[in-house]
């Protein structure tokens, strides 16, 4: 038996809602993979930042380079697409259950 007690939540420590089939596939994402999935997941529907590899580091505590091992975990599996988002800058969606060529058929 397990009785789950939730922190305790407010305007600066809100809770995250995310889809449960998409948390269940994420979690079968390598470690750092899955930490980085969750810190994009965290955010509400098309809300657009900079990605700080410092912060995400940070958070996630995860060196640099297994930073950049997650990014392109994420873009191989499909979490990750390269478009442009503004004035022909290149940026990428998030999608948080992947976009598989496959699956999408």
Known sequence: MIR?????SNADNPYSI????ALQKAMKLPNAA??????LAANKDGYEFGLSRTKVC???????????????????????????LRLNLPG????????????NK
């Open 34 to 39: 899955f930490k980085l999935w969750t810190y």
């Open 58 to 84: 940070e958070v996630c505590n995860i060196a640099k380079n297994t930073y950049l091992n997650a990014v392109n975990t994420l873009i191989e599996k499909g979490y990750l697409v390269q478009v442009e």
């Open 18 to 21: 995310f889809n449960y089939a």
């Open 4 to 8: 789950v007690v939730k922190a305790k």
């Open 92 to 103: 990428y969606l998030f999608i948080e259950d992947g976009y598989s060529r496959e699956e």
